[in-house]
């Protein structure tokens, strides 16, 4: 019989973390070596545990779940670590990998393919959600070609416009002149395919060129 895969979960809803425990409690391949619902709290008592698989909540309390995912790894590199996200951005699915881990997962995905995702990463394959490898390649092909066309004075006009800022205000803020603002705006939304400014926000933020708490 192959051994059971050691999981834990960092997930701050104190209700769907209990739910995830018992689910994967109830599965023959899989064993719960722990829970918690911060990343503080995990990082306190994973040692000695020895847990093959961590599945993290991006969205955590204090320390997020990517950064939670590096310290991890850097302390014990044979974890394997997934992600469950809400968060569409492409950015993220990037800063995630960048900092360790194997799998990228939406919350919103059925119980059966979370237990496929464990079961994935914890062979050592890399995992992402179906869904979301279509986004990817819609955003790639659909909304621009390359994002090193926008410049940064560009990313700095989309993020004052993301806040709502005139182009006035723009102007000011960015010591341009209005027409050259004008100008830039036409670019962008040349580049992004968007059919107006608030439609070139909206897909700067898909493609995690800007942020809201930029």
């Known amino acids: 019989m ?4 050691k999981t834990i979960l960092i997930e701050d809803e104190s209700v769907l973390r209990d739910m995830l425990v018992r689910l994967l409690s109830e599965a023959e391949e899989f064993e719960v070596v722990g829970s918690w619902k911060d990343a503080e709290s995990a990082l306190e008592n994973v040692d000695g545990i020895h847990p093959d698989v961590a599945v993290i909540d991006f969205r955590l309390p204090g320390m997020d779940g990517i950064e939670l995912t590096r310290k991890l790894i850097e302390r014990w590199p044979n974890i394997k670590a997934l992600i469950l996200t809400a968060d569409r951005r492409e950015a993220l699915i990037r800063k ?3 900092a360790g881990a194997t799998g990228f997962l939406y919350k919103e995905a059925r119980f059966d393919e979370l237990l496929f995702a464990i079961k994935a990463v914890g062979r050592g394959s890399t995992y992402l959600y179906t869904e979301l490898v279509k986004d990817i390649i819609i955003l790639r092909e659909g909304f621009m070609e390359e994002e090193e066309e926008l410049t ?3 990313i700095s006009i989309l993020r004052l416009a993301a806040k709502g800022c005139a182009n006035k205000e723009i102007s000011i803020r960015l010591r341009m002149t209005g027409d050259t603002v004008k100008y830039k705006l036409a670019h962008i939304m040349k580049v992004l395919k968007a059919k107006d ?3 070139a926000v909206f897909k700067a933020l898909k493609l995690g060129l800007i942020d809201l708490k930029d």
């Open 2 to 5: 192959c051994s059971k895969i």
């Open 96 to 98: 995630a990998f960048n």
């Open 197 to 199: 400014r608030t439609n």
């Open 152 to 154: 940064p004075e560009c």
